[in-house]
Structures are given as C-alpha cells and as structure tokens.
C-alpha cells in the first residue's frame, strides 16, 4: 500500500500539475496544521478538495521544508535563516 504525506501549503505536493496527466496515490494523509498534530485520511481520490488540494493558489515553500516539527531544508542555514 502505497501512502502519500502532505503538509499544509506545502507547494511541492502539487507537483507534477494534474493537467500533465499525472495521478497521485490514492491514499492521502493531510497535516491540516503548521505543526503536524492534526491530521485527515482523506477520501481515496488522490486529489481530495478538503486536503492538500484546497491550497492550489495559496502555497508555502517552508511547509515543504518543515515537517513533524523539524527543518528538512538541505541549503546549509537555519530556519529562521531561510524564512526571512
């Protein structure tokens, strides 16, 4: 079973477009927060309007590279660097 992880604005989720006809996993499971406590199983279509798909024209490039609380970032600075 394969399960797909998305965060919030995370714009990298949207990726490839869906008009290229591409199709995501089924399986979705939403962090609904900044912080990754809250979570949806959403409903199998792999591009469910109540999860990641409701930010199509509001992304956040940071929701990408923090997850679970932690900075997964790999350009060499800090956080608080990198969201000046």
Not at 46 to 52: L, R
Not at 70 to 78: I, K, R
Request: net charge negative; charged share 20%; proline share 4%.
């Amino acid at each position: 079973m394969s399960v797909r992880i998305t965060h919030y604005k995370d714009i990298v989720v949207h990726l490839p477009p869906y008009w290229t006809g591409f199709r995501h996993v089924p399986t979705e499971v939403y962090l609904d927060t900044r912080n990754g406590s809250t979570y949806i199983i959403c409903n199998g279509s792999g591009e469910d309007g109540n999860c990641a798909d409701q930010w199509t024209f509001a992304h956040s490039v940071s929701d990408h590279t923090n997850l679970f609380g932690q900075y997964t970032g790999c350009d060499g600075y800090e956080e608080e660097d990198y969201l000046r």
